[in-house]
């Protein structure tokens, strides 16, 4: 099976910076896109960023020039810099991964278990 590891997460007041990493380990035929969400009390699970294979990436618009997503292939691993923190910023955040597990299965999603941050006032 594949499995998630989210780390980074904690309590940071604003201004301040996180970064977020999440490893993927286990077995697979390819990984495509990877991207982060983040998930606060009440409210449902939007989409923070994505990156794909070749390196695009998308952000959503209310962190686009504080926030950088970045991927390193070899590690299996998917990274969210999170710089000029707000307390609006205060969610659980995921990271996702698409990936096919062999040649002959479609693409599937996996999700991470969840870090929490915390953006203090």
């Known amino acids: 099976q594949v499995h998630l590891v989210e780390s980074g997460g904690g309590l940071v007041q604003a201004g301040e910076s996180l970064r977020l990493s999440c490893a993927a380990s286990?077995?697979?035929?390819?990984?495509?896109?990877m991207g982060w969400y983040r998930q606060a009390p009440g409210k449902q699970r939007e989409l923070v960023a994505t990156?794909?294979?070749?390196?695009?990436?998308n952000y959503d618009g209310s962190v686009k020039d504080r926030f950088t997503i970045s991927r390193d292939n070899g590690k299996n691993t998917v990274y969210l810099q999170m710089n000029s923190l707000k307390p609006e910023d205060t969610a659980v955040y995921y990271c996702?991964?698409?990936?096919?597990?062999?040649?002959?299965?479609?693409?599937?999603?996996?999700w991470g278990q969840g870090t929490q941050v915390t953006v203090s006032s």
């Open positions: 996702k991964v698409g990936l096919r597990p062999s040649i002959r299965v479609t693409e599937y999603d996996y």
């Open positions: 286990g077995s697979w035929f390819r990984i495509n896109a």
């Open positions: 990156i794909s294979s070749g390196g695009s990436t």
